[in-house]
């Protein structure tokens, strides 16, 4: 009964959410002086041409009748057309979306299999050797362009040592190779058996993944050592130390577990953060990703397709939301 | 991210300091072209609608036309393509095409007249973009299925007027003409859209490539057609990445990821200068760089600040320094390549020489606007002549804004001073003398495009005419003088000043060979391209 009502409210959230996200991009899209006709009909176009499109469009109409028709559409699974791709909304998103999936998982996990040990080991050792460098490494990675720092570890990594694959997915002659089944091709490069294909994405996916997985290492190893040093302060741990449990005890298995609840929040939303897609490093690494495509979309005006990905990426943050929710129940038990 | 100088200064800093090691160098298949290119402007590959730049690039290859140019022989002119012959009547109005035989579509189907007639029947009918290179005749969606007819292996265009065979053949060679596998489209038909929807992602020609694959802002994959009539490509397939930074492209190029980079900035196309693996090919393209003086401003539209302003804008210089390699000084509205252009070049940076034509004309303060997308070319362009009109006492506002912004205020007829390009729509001259030198209602409410409109400039009845006119000369030495004579009249008065024309630096792999990227009257063409 009680599990009934919290999934009913869950999925009302889920609703709600989505339809504000929607109604505020809507109208924002609809006020941005940016005229999406124009893309349409070209700079040629008569007068005449230019009438028929808005029209044809629906842009004669009031703001509210236009967004009510858009629902209408999207609730029968129809995300319209792309006037800056040409192809159906959907079709996009299945392309795009899959792209940042994997550029994001892959930098999330550098992010956190290296910032989280980084952050309680400086928060043990503070102001020791460890700390310093951990500072060090997060403000260059706070601070440093990530335009910049991508266009150098290209020029290092692919132009001068050649240790990976150069700017895109792929190399050109395993493009279109592998069967697309997922759309990342990490997993269907596997999914086929084909190795040389998943070593060449790898080769690919590695320099982008790895600037990715800097900037949240940054962040993530910083969240955790302030998490850290506020629980190695508790009483608690002093107690634990008295009593005589090992260091490494008394940081892992008291402090750490501690601070696990926080933490996967701060993941959750370092992650979040990347499946919006990081647009300057897809430019760099002309990685078709959604950030790419939502921004080209917003510039164009080509509202179907802002509003198409802003579906995919809030029913992320929503769906990331839930899971640390319920991750939260796992790790304490005091949580209801 | 248009002004990425530091960056750059970082980039060529760092680029010496590790230049002596050495790196892989890998090579593309032989049987394969792979170029790197922005490609993000396309938005549909159906030749009833595609008007972007990169859309007709692959548009070109995936189908042919009646007629065709040679952008490698331009001299040769017009050639017979699917039709292989064609004769005009004695009135002029009149043109028969006879159709070559046994040329197939991808499909396999056979190129037909009737194929030919409905391709143009269903362009205009769609109303996209290009339509209005075929309304030009007097076809409309109500009367094109009377005027555009088929009778056995001939196709029969019925004009409204007498036009001259080669504007009628010229546009005829733009992608708009390009000849449509009808059984293959009307398969795909949805509703009352003659199937734009499928064939904006699909391809139904019979061109000397096949499409592949397109994926938006990401690639597009074309696969040689073995069949092809005038002999299967060299290339069996030409990949086409989307990369958007030069300093990318330039990457790939030199590590023979890809064989041609057509993006790089001038900067990387010096860097790229001492490397004897690559090469680069300066082709001029039709694009011409403008600047257009509103004669709803006060002050612009004095005859006497027209004229000054023509020598308040430093040619040599941009052309020396920001614009080098990618533009060169050309002064007259049809660009070189054109039937009729013309070489003259009769003004230059001469401060003295504005200062006194607006003494003279009692002009020695004023403030003006300029309106520039935010393209560091356009904003170096503006700040030059701010930096000329201030020493005649004339204060220059440049605002910067994006490329939609500009266009909107533009076409509102609200830009006082406007730096931009043109690029020609069709192979015909008239293409940019309808734009530059023809504005027969200079109402607000007229509902045009032209530039001429745009810059609220009443062109003069006589220049009006003449331009007409000269769409209908049967004699094409006839025509040719008669648009010297209107870019002439043109340059002593007109306030739309044009200023260059645009070079493409194109750099390729040393074994890249016959490649272009379509002169100055056309695009991109693939199938004469060789690898050694």
Redesign the interface.
Known sequence: MRLGRRLAGLGLSLVLTLLGLLLVTFVIGRVM???PV????????????YD?AFQAMGLDKPIWQQFLRYMAEVLQGDFG???????PVAQ?LR?VFPATVELATLGTLIGVCVGVPLGVVAAARRGGWIDQIARVVALVGYSMPI??LG??G???F?????WVG???RQ???Y??MVPTVTGLILVDSLVAGNWAAFRDAFSHIVLPASLLGYFSLAYISRMTRSFMLEQLSAEYVVTARVKGLSERRVIWGHAFRNILVPLITVIALSFGSLLEGSVLTE????W?GIG??IT?AL???DMNAVLGGTVVVGTCFVALNLLSDILYRLLDPRAT | ?QNRFP?RV??LA??VM?AP?S??WAE??AD?L?IAHQI?D????DPGQS??FSGQDVVRNLYDRLVDIDPLDLAAGIKPSLAESWEVSEDGRTITLTMREGVTFHSGNPVRAEDAAWSLQRAVKL???P??ILNQFGFTAENVDERVTFDGNRLVLQLDQPYAQSYVLNCLASEVGSVVDKETVMAHAEGEDFGN?WL??NDAGSGPFTL??W?????V?LTANPDYWQGAPAMARV?V?????S??QR??L??G??DVARNLTPTDVEGIAGNDRLKVMDELRGRILYMGLSQKDPLLSRPEMVEAMKYLIDYAGMESSFLKGQWKVHQNFLPEGYLGASDENPWTYDIEKARQILSDAGITSGTVKTVVRDIREYVDAAQTLQAAMAQVGLTLEIQQM?G??V??AY?ARQVPIFIGEWGP?YADPHTNASTFAHNPNNADDA???QLAWRNSWAVPDEMNRAVEAATLEGDTDKRVQMYLDIQKQYREIAPIIPMFQKIEQVAMQQNVQNWTSGGSVSSVLYRQVTKE
């Open positions: 002086p940016i005229d124009l893309k349409v009909v070209g700079e040629r176009a008569t007068q005449a041409q028929a057309r792309s006037i800056s791709t040409g192809h996009d392309r335009f910049w266009l150098m290209l020029l290092l692919y132009g001068i040592l050649g150069g700017p895109g190399g050109i002659i493009d279109g430019i760099v690494f002309s078709p790419q495509y080209k510039l164009a005006g | 991210m960056l970082l980039m760092s680029a590790l090691a790196a892989t593309t298949p394969t792979v993000d396309i938005i549909s590959l008007f972007e109303n996209k973009s339509a209005f929807a904006s992602t592949a694959a994926r938006p802002n990401e690639a994959q990949i990445r989307h990369v958007q930074e300093s990318a990457l790939l030199e590590q990821d890809v994006t939609a912004q266009l909107d076409r729509d509902g045009l495009s």
